[in-house]
């Protein structure tokens, strides 16, 4: 199976400040059709998962535009340009251009 | 209101069995591949199984394989995963999920049902 490594595993970070968070792959995410096939996720405590990105760069219905995706292969990263308190949370890389999909361990995004 | 409900965890001893469903509200159910994904207590995510709209397809994760059948039942636009043969390491909140491509784009999660595995 794929595996994902995100990092920092954990994030403080002041509001209004950017926050970058990286997801590297044990091999490439790059489809044949040109896509890379990778999923951004975050949980709010208490909470399920909600989707924030997809293929790497395009953002789920209603995910602000201070989120956004990038990279290719086996490097990737989520970058918030100004962190909100609401953006609390553990965000989660997944791959999907092997079955089964795999998730990275997580990061904890936290508020100074 | 769109929404997944998930019922049917509970606690089991190793070997045993339950079976989980999921009620899902407010879209059209046989339009969507559909999925289990779990969450260990203080873990991370573990992709489970998927089933296609019409379920003439599933795939799962190797350490069910055998153990675990995903089902639907689109005419009671319901989601099922029955677990026999289970483990400690089976122990997890079980999220039921849709998704808008087969593999990806889990757009709309549940708030889970949990299961645990102890003698």
């Known amino acids: 199976d794929i595996v994902l490594t995100q990092s920092p595993v954990s994030l403080p970070v002041t509001p209004g400040e950017p926050a970058s968070i990286s997801c590297r792959s044990s091999?490439?995410?790059?489809?044949?059709?040109?896509?890379?096939?990778v999923d951004w996720y975050v949980q709010k405590p208490g909470k399920s998962p909600q989707f924030l990105i997809y293929?790497?760069?395009n953002r789920a219905p209603g995910v602000p535009d201070r989120f956004s995706g990038s990279g290719s292969g086996t490097d990737f990263t989520l970058k918030i340009s100004r962190v909100e308190a609401e953006d609390v949370g553990v965000y989660y890389c997944?791959?999907?251009?092997?079955?089964?999909?795999?998730f990275g361990q997580g990061t904890w995004l936290e508020i100074k | 209101e769109v929404e997944l409900v998930e019922s049917g965890g509970g606690l089991v001893q190793p070997g045993g069995s339950l079976r989980l469903s999921c009620a899902a509200s407010?879209?059209?159910?046989?339009?969507?591949?559909m999925s289990w994904i779990r969450q260990a207590p203080g873990t991370g995510l573990e992709w489970v199984a998927n089933?296609?709209?019409?379920?003439?397809?599933?795939y799962y994760v190797d350490s069910v394989k055998g153990r675990f059948t995903i089902s639907r039942d689109n005419a009671k636009n319901s989601l099922y995963l029955q677990m026999n043969g289970l483990r400690l390491e089976d122990t997890s909140l079980y999220y039921c999920?849709?998704?808008?491509?087969?593999?990806?784009?889990?757009?709309?999660w549940g708030r889970g049902t949990q299961v645990t595995v102890s003698s």
């Open positions: 089933i296609k709209e019409d379920g003439s397809e599933k």
């Open positions: 293929l790497t760069s």
């Open positions: 091999q490439s995410l790059l489809h044949s059709n040109g896509n890379n096939y």
């Open positions: 999920v849709r998704s808008q491509a087969a593999d990806y784009k889990y757009d709309l």
């Open positions: 407010g879209f059209t159910f046989n339009r969507y591949w």
């Open positions: 997944m791959q999907a251009v092997q079955t089964p999909n795999t």
